[in-house]
Each structure stands twice: as structure tokens, then as C-alpha cells.
């Protein structure tokens, strides 16, 4: 057995340059896509700012949540850390088409918080001086897609590449 496991260490190490172990347990490796998260850094930190901070948009999303809109807006994705997967979410949101799927899966998905805000406003009304803000961000937020696509998605951008 020890045979087995030095022969098999011995073929990771020949076969895959540079010393580092080719197959590793699951979060012991650098990822190959860890770079291309970065490549708009303020972009990404800037629309999880806005989007996902609950502070901000009034509604909390959760990992699962995440994994929901983006499957709604055309993308698979397994569970991370939230950042990670806002990150991961904004990479697949490259093209407008893309953003605004995502947009649009958001949107629904806040509605139908807000729902549930408006449904426990309604069966207790004493609850209404924390749902109230809530919603009122989340609307806020809301207001803010158009403007987001239009600031990193323009579409005289687009319009200039099929000319």
C-alpha cells in the first residue's frame, strides 16, 4: 500500500510541473478561474454593495437565494460563500443580455420577499416599523436596474460593435 501511494505521489509530481500537487482535496487548491474573478474588481464590489448588502437593498440573500437567480437567469452554479458567489454570478453577467437576466431574476426575487414583508405587515400590523423600511429599500434598489445596466452595459456600446 505505502508502494502504491509513493508511485502515485511520484506520477502527480512528474506529470504536473511546478510542484504542486495535481489533485487535491476540495478548497486545498488554488482555483484556475481565482484571477478572472478579479478582473473588474470595483465593478463586482460596487453592484455587491448596491445589491447585496441588506443594509442597503432591505432584503437579505442568502446562499441559496443566489443559487435560485441565477439559475432563473440561465446560469448553474453550486453553493459558496456569497461572495463568492455574487462573484461568480457577475462573471456569467458579462454581456448585457446576461445582465439583464440577472437583473430580472433579482427583481422577482425581491418581489417576492416583499410579499411576504406586505402578508406580515397585514397579520401584524405592529410589524409594520420594520417591514416598512425594508421594502421601501428594496423598491429603491429596484429603481437603481435600469441605471445599472445602462452604466456597464450602454447600449450605444453595443451598437457601435455591429456597425
Known sequence: MNDLRKEFEDLNLENFAGGKPAFCPDGQCEADEEADLQDYPSYTEALYAQLIAPHVSGIYISRWDM???????????????????????????????????????LENHMEEKIAIYEELMRDF?????????????????????PAILEEYFPEDMFEDEEA
Open 125 to 145: 400590523p405592529a410589524s409594520e416599523v420594520v417591514f416598512q423600511p425594508k421594502i421601501d429599500k428594496a423598491r429603491k434598489t429596484m429603481r437603481l436596474f
Open 67 to 105: 443559487k435560485d437567480i441565477a439559475l432563473a437567469a440561465g446560469d448553474s452554479m453550486a453553493i459558496h460563500p456569497r461572495k463568492r458567489m455574487f462573484e461568480l454570478l457577475m462573471k456569467y453577467a458579462t454581456s448585457r443580455e446576461n445582465m439583464q437576466a440577472v437583473l430580472d431574476a
